[in-house]
């Protein structure tokens, strides 16, 4: 049955699924990404990306986006939660202090851990038959990766 509505039919917000596990050396060195698709136009997610190496559990990474689904032939806005970019004011008192939300990440990445990713390996929005309700966890190859990559992932409609 097609769409009649901008929303989506089912959502079931605070509904979550949590996978855990961990990612051998060979298959952080060839890199890999895993297909969530088939979302509902519409919906938001919340994804919870928690990971460490082999022998250091006391230094883990966390990443959350919120990803709205948009249609069959658009591509999933990705929009970090949180960051770690840090702006300096160099040579001039600091006047005023304002926070702003983590901004829409587009562009290439020195990452070599698991993230986020809609159908484009940089998360540029695209349209075309193929590009639309699906987004993939998706970890780079990592040619210098030398322990086990332990994670957590969380997937939450909000």
Known sequence: MPYTDARPYINPVGMS????????????????????????????????????????????????????????????????????DVLSVVGAPVTAVS??????WQGDSARTRLTVRNNNDDNSLTTGAADGRKFRIFLPANAGASSALHYSVKIEVV
Not at 34 to 49: C, E
Not at 99 to 104: I, L
Request: with cysteine; proline share 4%; glycine share 10%.
């Open 17 to 84: 699924c949590i996978c855990s596990g961990t990612i051998d050396v060979a298959t952080q060195q060839a890199g890999s990404s895993w297909l969530i698709s088939g979302l509902p136009m519409g919906m938001r997610l919340k994804v919870s990306i928690w990971q460490y190496l082999e022998g250091e559990a006391s230094t883990s990474i966390g990443e959350e986006w919120i990803l709205i689904v948009r249609g069959d032939a658009q591509s999933v806005i990705c929009n970090p939660l949180f960051t770690n």
């Open 99 to 104: 926070a702003t939300p983590g901004r829409f």
